[in-house]
């Protein structure tokens, strides 16, 4: 199931139009899960993934950037909304991608700047740390 799902995710990153060229890479590995916590002394770098299309999912964050290295974590932000009949989860149209190496993170950003997904030109660039805040 998860061998099916990886080479339909590789055949939707293909027909997709890159800046870069990645289509030599090898996926990364499975999909570890979101919000997972960075630990130990491995060093990290954190994507801040702009104009991500309506529907993005973590998952579908964490496909589009796993050809480029090890994800630590893959968030696409949501605005959650709850009314008397029931509550929604819309994205904000954007997400952030943590990598484990930095050489990933750099490879990643300069490959998918720029990358054009369902009609939505991305902007990849590094979050910024604010002081006091991971």
Do not use: C
Request: a positive charge; glycine letters at 8%.
């Amino acid at each position: 199931d998860s061998d099916a799902e990886s080479g339909e995710s590789w055949a939707i990153l293909r027909s997709w139009s890159f800046p870069g060229d990645f289509r030599s890479m090898q996926p990364a590995g499975d999909y570890p899960g979101t919000r997972a916590a960075a630990t130990g002394a491995v060093s990290q770098d954190n994507l801040f993934v702009f104009y991500l299309p309506p529907g993005m999912t973590d998952k579908g964050l964490y496909d589009m950037f796993r050809p480029f290295g090890h994800i630590v974590s893959a968030v696409v932000a949501k605005d959650r909304r709850t009314t008397a009949q029931h509550a929604t989860e819309e994205t904000k149209g954007y997400g952030f991608v943590m990598f484990a190496r930095r050489a990933d993170a750099v490879l990643a950003r300069a490959s998918m700047d720029g990358a054009l997904i369902q009609n939505k030109r991305l902007k990849v660039s590094f979050k910024t740390m604010r002081k006091g805040k991971r």
